[in-house]
């Protein structure tokens, strides 16, 4: 208890008193100064979960959390919504996404948590820069793989791993559609036949000879000797070519997936999704572990709390940093 007293006193940083005399202060109004005096008191009241883990930066480090907003005044209070409606990430990967992360974390962050940064910029497209502070109890996760999960769980991103890590994925259902005999054709030099009409490759040599004739597979092949048996010779040249390539195939899949994932079979669906759920395990690499690292990290953070405190970063990020941390 003692040392929780100490880490929250104003002794860690500059006093009030000291604080009113900066530049920074005088250069408010009187109403935002009294506001922000007021929000202080709040801050150190109602955040001491967030506090004590802020104080645990060492040296000259001076952590703080940003999000950005609309319109959202100087300073105040919100509520966390527990039913966000991704901005830019597609609906279907939003909920894959959300329900991995939930049995790793027991949490939802996808859709119930506030997103944040230690870089002030790191949002810069969805408003003004806010110093945030979690009311109560909060837990988080960030990665310390990458700066902005979107990057990773794009549509070209998926096609991407799909197709260059994880083709193994959809060969089975490949093969059933596109293998020998499927969907596609035996080719030899000007002559074909679709899979259709021979579902092996000794069907399809028979069916070129009946269809060709051996004169015309003879005259359009000069190379060939009088005497050589040219069935024997069609079994080792006849080619299969599917009406899709594998990749081709795979990149379709996920293009769905994102797009509209009912146009998908179950078994195509559990095959994009698996993708997704791979590329979040292993390459985003999620963690709830040193909030100070993944704020000096200036990645994305997920932050899980009921509600926060909001401050202007252009007003009151330097007094918020002389008052918490001035060492």
Not at 41 to 47: A, E, G, N, S, V
């Given at each position: 208890m003692k040392l929780e007293r100490y880490l929250l006193t104003e002794k860690t940083g500059m006093t009030l008193s000291d604080l009113r005399k900066t530049k920074d202060y005088k250069d408010l109004q009187i109403s935002d100064q009294r506001e922000f005096e007021r929000m202080l008191?709040?801050?150190?009241?109602?955040?001491k979960p967030f506090l004590r883990e802020l104080k645990r930066a060492g040296g000259n480090k001076e952590p703080l959390l940003y999000r950005n907003m609309h319109n959202a005044g100087t300073m105040g209070q919100k509520d966390v919504r527990k039913d966000r409606e991704p901005r830019d990430t597609r609906r279907?990967?939003?909920?894959?996404?959300?329900?991995?992360?939930?049995?790793?974390?027991?949490?939802?962050?996808?859709?119930?948590?506030?997103?944040?940064?230690?870089?002030?910029?790191?949002?810069?497209?969805?408003?003004h820069p806010y110093v945030i502070f979690p009311i109560g109890k909060f837990s988080f996760i960030w990665s310390?793989?990458?700066?902005?999960?979107y990057s990773k769980v794009s549509e070209s991103a998926l096609v991407r791993y799909a197709r260059d890590e994880y083709p193994h994925y959809f060969k089975e259902e490949y093969e059933k559609l596109f293998g020998e005999g499927k969907r596609g054709r035996w080719v030899y030099s000007f002559h074909s036949v679709r899979g259709d009409y021979a579902s092996t490759?000794?069907?399809?040599?028979?069916?070129?000879?009946?269809?060709?004739?051996?004169?015309?597979?003879?005259?359009?092949?000069?190379?060939?000797?009088?005497?050589d048996n040219l069935e024997?010779?069609?079994?080792?040249?006849?080619?299969?070519e599917p009406d899709e390539?594998?990749?081709?195939?795979?990149?379709?899949?996920?293009?769905?997936?994102?797009?509209?994932?009912?146009?998908?079979?179950?078994?195509?669906?559990?095959?994009?999704?698996?993708v997704l759920e791979k590329s979040i395990i292993d390459r985003l690499k999620y963690t709830d572990k040193n909030l100070i690292a993944a704020i000096e990290s200036r990645h994305e953070i997920m932050l899980y709390c009921d509600s926060y405190y909001y401050l202007d970063e252009y007003n009151f990020s330097r007094l918020l940093r002389d008052y918490f941390y001035n060492r």
């Open positions: 008191k709040l801050i150190k009241k109602d955040c279907e990967v939003h909920k894959v996404f959300d329900e991995t992360l939930e049995e790793f974390f027991d949490i939802r962050y996808r859709s119930q948590s506030l997103f944040v940064s230690g870089d002030d910029n790191w949002g810069s497209s969805y408003g310390p793989a990458v700066r902005d999960s490759k000794k069907e399809a040599v028979k069916k070129i000879i009946e269809l060709y004739g051996d004169d015309d597979i003879r005259d359009r092949n000069p190379h060939l000797k009088e005497g024997k010779m069609l079994m080792k040249t006849v080619e299969w390539e594998m990749n081709e195939y795979i990149s379709l899949i996920m293009r769905k997936f994102v797009e509209d994932s009912a146009q998908l079979t179950s078994e195509e669906y559990e095959m994009a999704r698996s």
